[in-house]
């Protein structure tokens, strides 16, 4: 039987209770705002790209009277369709949060406790590079561990560590999507694949949900794809023909005394495959605790919060506490920042420039973020951050620029007038569609757009060596792994039951919601208004079994931590399993819309290390038990 799952249908399935469960009075809040802004003064548009999740969508943001008063998605961008989420729609509710850090603060009671002081950012400064030098002359500059999440900043923050010494960097990949970019390097020789949703034949998904994890211009693609009924899956690689944005000229790094902790590309290593700019951050706390295969004993962490994305909570914390030094950078007190030496205010997207971001996909495209507003607080943009800790290490060379401007025109080669283009369309864009190197048509309208190209058309008219060459061993795309045979013993995926749970026990499974990012915006006041909480999805025959109804308590029960959440009955899901939505119970008492609201899946996880990709376990065993 054919079942057809409409929008009607779908809230039957979750049922009204559920729905109406997780909403807030955001009408309230959204007329008062609205009235305050109805009257208009002077009005102007700055064009950028949005921060609110990792997608970073292009955005028109519109000021009057010097503040932000909406935010749209650019309409010039067309994959996107000029459309943006409700995520990017609040940004500048976190913007304007009174909630948000707003001077640099010094901790002056026992880690965890709650108790800051005020400083200005030369006294911040000077005590993180103090304690910096303090652990590079007594443990080494591998003792000290740096780590931020995915994204533009990445640079900055390594090239602070590389230039310290320090061979450990992270990102948040391996607690995220780092098996796909394994998967990917081992079969193209390149995680950096443009994927062109919008005419994709056959689309498979494994853990992957383009409408609650949403990515503005896929999900638009995939709608597309499914209406002209995608039947099989379709790759192009984009950015082999895509120059490379430059970084201003700065000294060689010093080769690293010891290898990393997490051997990642280091032979004979279970993490040979991983790539070393990901890393696997969920190491960081095992040898912080344990010394194993080295102790880490400083951390300097940047938008990233391993306190509530990282499994096992409690170990996390426990690491945290016996670290000698910890540096926080963040919008917000996170569950991290919370337990910090130092923490340092940031500038929202929206009160900072930056440099360019590579965006490129079928075709080179480069967005461009510009300051909508002047910083509200006492807080500075990244960069800013950065090189104001490394001037104080002596390391200033590495950041040698001394205008934002300036570094953007080391980017493009010195280019104003590519530069003035930019602040005016908020992005930089040299095809009108996306180039296909093995597609004649394709191929003739490029090289009529730059006639420089026809030297590289074949007799065929394609365009194929050296642009399309992969950066396999064989030159070719490799189903079969070699090296992974190698190494593990299975060149291709083999599957192996696992035993998650035992027989009486739930399959715990978690997700994301289009409303939040992650451990993100749990705390932003529109978004928070919208769904404040999460709850504990079970079937209708799990929940006769325990006797519970709609809005009941239960806790959920593993072995290393218990949860407490509110029944959303679903035909759904599966009898065996409970699922909920990631990023809630935040433990940070200054996130005082998201304390100890909702689950924290992590409390529940153990913390592990995937063989081959390095990725954590996301799912086990848990008993469900009624209140």
């Known amino acids: 039987m054919e079942i057809k799952v409409t929008r009607r249908r779908l809230l039957e399935i979750g049922g009204a209770a559920g729905a109406t469960f997780f909403m807030a009075p955001a009408f309230e809040h959204f007329t008062s705002w609205a009235a305050a802004t109805s009257a208009e003064g002077a009005t102007s548009y700055v064009r950028s790209f949005c921060e609110m999740c990792t997608s970073r969508c292009p955005i028109e943001a519109k000021i009057v009277d010097k503040s932000v008063a909406f935010i749209s998605g650019n309409p010039d961008w067309k994959p996107t369709g000029g459309r943006l989420c409700a995520r990017g729609g609040a940004g500048f509710s976190q913007m304007y949060d009174p909630q948000r850090l707003k001077k640099p603060l010094i901790r002056t009671g026992e880690r965890g406790e709650g108790k800051w002081r005020e400083a200005t950012w030369e006294e911040a400064f000077d005590l993180i590079a103090s304690r910096m030098k303090e652990l590079k002359e007594k443990y080494g500059p591998e003792s000290m561990a740096f780590a931020c999440r995915k994204g533009p900043h990445m640079p900055f923050l390594y090239n602070l560590a590389k230039a310290y010494g320090s061979p450990n960097t992270f990102n948040h990949e391996s607690t995220c999507p780092l098996a796909r970019t394994v998967a990917l390097e081992a079969t193209f020789g390149t995680a950096d694949l443009g994927i062109d949703y919008g005419n994709v034949r056959y689309l498979i998904t494994l853990g992957r949900n383009y409408f609650e994890g949403i990515h503005v211009a896929q999900a638009r693609g995939v709608m597309s794809a499914l209406q002209k009924n995608a039947k099989f899956l379709n790759t192009m690689v984009g ?74 909570t409690n170990r996390v914390v426990e690491a945290l506490k016996k670290l000698d030094f910890l540096a926080v950078c963040d919008i917000y007190m996170s569950d991290t920042a919370w337990h910090a030496d130092v923490v340092l205010p940031e500038a929202t997207y929206l009160e900072r420039d930056e440099g360019f971001m590579d965006y490129s996909g079928g075709a080179p495209f480069y967005t461009l973020r510009q300051q909508a507003v002047k910083p509200l607080n006492d807080a500075l943009p990244y960069w800013q951050i950065m090189q104001g800790i490394a001037q104080r290490l002596d390391l200033g060379a590495y950041y040698n620029w001394k205008t934002i401007d300036e570094f953007r025109l080391a980017q493009l080669g010195g280019n104003e007038d590519l530069l003035k283009k930019a602040k005016e369309q908020g992005f930089l864009g040299f095809l009108q569609k996306p180039l296909f ?57 083999v599957y192996k039951p696992v035993n998650l749970k035992e027989t009486e026990e739930n399959y715990f499974i978690q997700g994301k919601v289009a409303i939040h990012t992650n451990g993100h915006t749990h705390n932003v006041p529109w978004l928070n208004d919208l769904m404040p909480t999460d709850g504990l999805w079970i079937h209708p025959e799990t ?16 072995d290393i931590g218990t949860e407490q959440g509110r029944v959303v009955m679903t035909k759904g899901i599966r009898p065996d399993t409970v699922f909920t939505y990631f990023g809630f119970g935040r433990i940070s008492p200054d996130l005082k819309r998201a304390y100890k609201i909702g689950v924290n899946c992590n409390h529940m996880l153990k913390n592990s290390v995937a063989p081959v990709a390095g990725v954590t376990l996301q799912t086990r065993g848990v008993s469900i038990k009624r209140v």
């Open 239 to 312: 950015n082999d023909i895509v120059p490379t944005l430059k970084w201003p000229k700065m000294p060689p790094f010093p080769e690293p005394a010891r290898p990393r902790i997490d051997g990642a590309k280091v032979k004979g290593h279970p993490n040979i495959m991983v790539p070393p700019v990901d890393g696997v951050v969920q190491m960081i706390p095992e040898a912080i605790l344990t010394g194993d295969p080295y102790s880490i004993h400083g951390w300097f962490i940047y938008r990233y919060n391993p306190a509530n994305t990282m499994p096992d």
């Open 437 to 493: 190197l093995r597609n004649a048509q394709s191929v003739a309208d490029f090289t009529k757009a730059f006639p420089a190209a026809q030297t590289l058309v074949d007799s065929k008219g394609l365009i194929d060596k050296p642009l399309t060459n992969l950066h396999t061993k064989t030159r070719r795309i490799e189903l079969f792994s070699h090296e992974a045979e190698e190494l593990f013993g299975r060149g291709l995926p």
């Open 543 to 558: 929940a006769a079994k325990l006797g519970v109804k709609n809005g009941d308590l239960i806790n959920l029960v593993s």
